[in-house]
């Protein structure tokens, strides 16, 4: 049987330890598991996009910044 919330009594368990419970669980999943190999459609993606860097490097945006206008956005 699969265990479920209520039987783990996780759902006893505030929001805040969920969160953490999930990222726990999430990290060991990803320690003990090896990455997906790319597609050829995703691997064409990332050449693009690392050409069009290479290309324009001015055009990058810090990652201060775009955190900044999306909490702006989030907040109004």
């Known amino acids: 049987m699969t265990p479920t919330l209520e039987s783990l009594g ?3 368990l505030s929001v ?3 969160i ?3 990222q726990a669980i999430w990290d060991s999943v990803a ?3 090896e990455p997906p ?3 050829d459609a995703q691997k064409k993606e990332i050449d693009r996009r690392l050409a ?5 490097p001015s055009a990058a945006v810090p990652w ?3 955190e900044a206008a999306a ?3 989030i907040s109004q």
Not at 52 to 56: E, G, K, P, R, S
């Open 10 to 12: 996780i759902d006893k």
């Open 64 to 66: 201060e910044q775009v």
């Open 71 to 73: 909490l702006a956005r």
């Open 20 to 22: 953490a419970l999930a």
């Open 37 to 39: 190999a790319l597609t």
């Open 52 to 56: 069009a860097h290479a290309a324009n």
């Open 31 to 33: 320690a003990e598991t």
């Open 16 to 18: 805040a330890d969920r």
